[in-house]
């Protein structure tokens, strides 16, 4: 379905009525929704959908996934977070997973960037070298 440039100028307005301190409020959220479906403007089924595209965006650059091949100390999975917070700022949701198939190293994804510092990669990236 394509949408207007109206239907996404006001899907980013209702985006952004939503943020508090930077981050999304639940609250806002549905009560945001709630009025465009009681008002039912001109297009508003086109506006819910790239709304909930853009909060889908948001919830994604949000969340942050660890993975290491062995369990990691929460020491260091302590400077971990304090590290991504740091650069990715607050809200931001960590999860951390073993994945023995990284042989060594550590992947991190955090939304659409992927840190991978993993042996495997190393291996990947050296095989397809030759």
Do not use: W
């Not at 190293?105 to 955090?110: A, L, S, T």
């Amino acid at each position: 379905m394509k949408i207007s440039k109206l239907a996404k100028r006001g899907a980013k307005e209702l985006f952004r009525s939503c943020l508090t301190d930077g981050l999304l409020d639940d609250g806002r959220v549905r009560q945001a929704v709630q009025r465009v479906l009681q008002s039912k403007p001109r297009g508003y089924l086109a506006i819910l959908s790239h709304f909930q595209r853009l909060i889908k965006l948001d919830i994604a650059r949000r969340s942050a996934r660890v993975e290491t091949a062995t369990p990691l100390s929460p020491e260091l999975q302590a400077k971990i977070q304090s590290s991504l917070s740091q650069t990715y700022g607050p809200g931001l949701h960590i999860s951390f997973a073993e994945n023995p198939s990284l042989i060594g190293g550590m992947r991190i994804k955090v939304g659409s960037d992927v840190y991978d510092g993993s042996v495997q990669a190393r291996l990947n990236a050296l095989q397809e070298s030759f």
